[in-house]
Structures are given as structure tokens and as C-alpha cells.
T-cell receptor
Framework: NAGVTQTPKFQVLKTGQSMTLQCAQDMNHNSMYWYRQDPGMGLRLIYYSASEGTTDKGEVPNGYNVSRLNKREFSLRLESAAPSQTSVYFC????????????FGSGTRLTVV | DQQVKQNSPSLSVQEGRISILNCDYTNSMFDYFLWYKKYPAEGPTFLISISSIKDKNEDGRFTVFLNKSAKHLSLHIVPSQPGDSAVYFCAASPGTYKYIFGTGTRLKVLA
């Protein structure tokens, strides 16, 4: 039972390159999320998908796109990477609205040079 | 504007003593609150939650207190152990599908 799996774990991109971060879950949760973590900024929500077939912007969506491919998979795409997108990216799932906790993946550390 | 604030970036506590981590929020619509622990190079791990209909929730060594009038919550860890050394995040939601996180407090428990 893997929970939430993110690939890749590390990536270095040149400015202007594109890439897709993959996230897959086997928890049968409806909601999936992408957060980024930066020093002194905490975790900031990029995009989320409350259920299969829907996606919504979070706090910092600029420069990103997402696809909810099916109930299990939620990908994050950087079309033209910028140094400001250097960060650690976390995918998470949520069982439901309320005082339930997110389940996070182990993260993707992205460096844009 | 930071809706969820953790004003102490770091905290050091002796092993066996109480650790108190604080979190303030500005949005009175928040009614679900979570605490997470994060070790380096790992994803955050859910610790404990509380809804606005309660003022306290306990789980083993961890207790969360909510003061709605002050828009303040705190996490108490008793007794603190060296393995508790990590970054702790609080998060809040207005009952929608998303949570807003604070900036985190790095706890160091000294042996």
C-alpha cells in the first residue's frame, strides 16, 4: 500500500524547459492537491481537484497547469520553467471535507537554473 | 496577507518537558484545523485535528487547544522526545476542500 507516490524525486531544469510532475494515489480519495514548499513561506496551494473531472486554482497557480487524469492520478505541468519555480513540490490527497488530514507524498525537489 | 500565522520560526525544549507550538488565524470562517509534522526530505505527516465545535482534542502525547474568540490554536507535546524534533505546520480550512498552511515552527528537543 504505497499511499501517495510522486515522480520524479529530483529534477534539474534549465530556464524555459517544460516538465510534468506525476502523482498517483491508491487510497481511493476523491480530492487531490499540489503544494509547493519554500523556506519561510510554508506550504502554498498551487492547484487542487476536489473530485475527478474538476480542477481549481489555489494561492499560487501562475506558471502551472494541472490534469486530473482519473481518480488515481493528478499531474502538475510547468510549461516554461523559471528560477522562481525552484521549490519542493508535494502532492496530497484528502478523504473528505472536515477535520480529516491530508496524506502527502514524499515530494519532488525541483531546481530551475 | 497571511491568513494562518506561526510567529515563532523555531523553538528549543529539553527532553521530557512540554513543547507548546502556537498558531494564529485571521479568517473567522475557518472551522477545521490540522497540525502536521515534517522531517527533512519527507512529506508532512498528519498529527492531529480539531473542529470549531471543540476546544480541545487529545491523541496520546499530543493535545490541540482552540480558542475561537482569540483565533488562536496551540499544540502541546508532553513529554517532548528527541524524535519530536521536526518542523510543525498548522493548517486551517473553512470547511471547503482546501487548507491554508502556516509558515511552520522548527522544534528541537534537546536530550
Amino acid at each position: 500500500n504505497a499511499g501517495v507516490t510522486q515522480t520524479p524525486k529530483f529534477q534539474v531544469l534549465k530556464t524555459g524547459q517544460s516538465m510534468t510532475l506525476q502523482c498517483a494515489q491508491d487510497m481511493n480519495h476523491n480530492s487531490m492537491y499540489w503544494y509547493r514548499q519554500d523556506p519561510g513561506m510554508g506550504l502554498r496551494l498551487i492547484y487542487y481537484s476536489a473530485s475527478e473531472g474538476t480542477t481549481d486554482k489555489g494561492e499560487v497557480p501562475n506558471g502551472y497547469n494541472v490534469s486530473r487524469l482519473n481518480k488515481r492520478e493528478f499531474s502538475l505541468r510547468l510549461e516554461s520553467a523559471a528560477p522562481s519555480q525552484t521549490s519542493v513540490y508535494f502532492c496530497a490527497t484528502l478523504r473528505g471535507v472536515g477535520d480529516y488530514g491530508y496524506t502527502f507524498g514524499s515530494g519532488t525537489r525541483l531546481t530551475v537554473v | 496577507d497571511q491568513q494562518v500565522k506561526q510567529n515563532s520560526p523555531s523553538l528549543s525544549v529539553q527532553e521530557g518537558r512540554i513543547s507548546i507550538l502556537n498558531c494564529d488565524y485571521t479568517n473567522s470562517m475557518f472551522d477545521y484545523f490540522l497540525w502536521y509534522k515534517k522531517y527533512p526530505a519527507e512529506g508532512p505527516t498528519f498529527l492531529i485535528s480539531i473542529s470549531s465545535i471543540k476546544d480541545k482534542n487529545e491523541d496520546g502525547r499530543f493535545t490541540v487547544f482552540l480558542n475561537k474568540s482569540a483565533k488562536h490554536l496551540s499544540l502541546h507535546i508532553v513529554p517532548s522526545q528527541p524524535g519530536d524534533s521536526a518542523v510543525y505546520f498548522c493548517a486551517a480550512s473553512p470547511g471547503t476542500y482546501k487548507y491554508i498552511f502556516g509558515t511552520g515552527t522548527r522544534l528541537k528537543v534537546l536530550a
